[in-house]
């Protein structure tokens, strides 16, 4: 267990409205990361941090901004949602950038109306 | 463009025989490949990597093996079990900066 919570776990919401998901972390890892899973895309990066205020775009970061004022938070917020950002959000973590190993959360689950 | 790309979407086999899923790539300069393992409602689980200066990788019933040459990356299960089923996704980097993962691929073992 590399001590990852999501929250929210589900969530619905309407087309234009701002939704924030976070992820937190009780191991101190510098390296953290969001990622969206979809059907025939699998696992795309969305943003990722490697510190405190330190955070860099991913693939897909049309429409999300990321904040990481701790080092054990990290969110994701859509500014105004949209029905394409319907998604299935991981956070990941990683000691360092190197390893190779990420380990991921349990997901949340975003339905945009 | 997909730069790690799993082209089998489901695979099954029987229980005990060998499952072998394979995922092709693109970016000559990865370096760095890893298979994860993801149940249905919960987050993908590390299982094997491999670094490019290896072509072969082993954990107990697992086997990552790397053709650079031909940019593929494939992963053995001997023996299969009923609790394989799940989907599975290669990824790829270069230095562990940033992961690539393919589509993934749905192995079901059929008892």
């Known amino acids: 267990d590399a001590g990852i919570t999501q929250s929210p776990r589900h969530k619905v919401t309407e087309t234009g409205t701002p939704v924030t998901l976070r992820c937190h972390q009780t191991?101190?890892?510098?390296?953290m990361y969001w990622y969206r899973q979809d059907p025939g895309h699998g696992l795309r990066l969305i943003h990722y941090?490697?510190?405190?205020?330190?955070?860099d775009k991913g693939e897909v970061s049309d429409g999300y901004s990321v904040s990481r004022s701790k080092t054990e938070d990290f969110l994701l917020t859509l500014e105004s949602a949209t029905s394409s950002q319907t998604s299935v959000y991981f956070c990941?973590?990683?000691?360092?950038?190197?390893?190779?190993?990420?380990?991921f959360g349990e997901g949340s689950r975003l339905t945009v109306l | 463009d997909q730069q790690v790309k799993q082209n089998s979407p489901s695979l099954s086999v029987q229980e005990g025989r060998i499952s072998i899923l394979n995922c092709d790539y693109t970016?000559?300069?990865?370096?760095?490949f890893l298979w994860y393992k993801k149940y249905p409602a919960e987050g993908p689980t590390f299982l094997i990597s491999?670094?490019?200066?290896?072509d072969k990788n082993e954990d107990g019933r697992f086997t990552v093996f790397l053709n650079k040459s031909a940019k593929h990356l494939s992963l053995h299960i001997v023996p299969s079990q009923p609790g394989d089923s799940a989907v599975y996704f290669c990824?790829?980097?270069?230095?562990?900066?940033?992961?690539?993962f393919g589509t993934g691929t749905s192995l079901t073992v059929i008892p």
């Open positions: 191991e101190n890892h510098r390296y």
């Open positions: 941090s490697y510190g405190v205020k330190d955070t």
């Open positions: 990941a973590i990683t000691r360092r950038a190197n390893t190779g190993e990420l380990f």
């Open positions: 491999i670094s490019s200066i290896k």
């Open positions: 970016n000559s300069m990865f370096d760095y």
């Open positions: 990824a790829a980097s270069v230095t562990g900066n940033q992961f690539y």
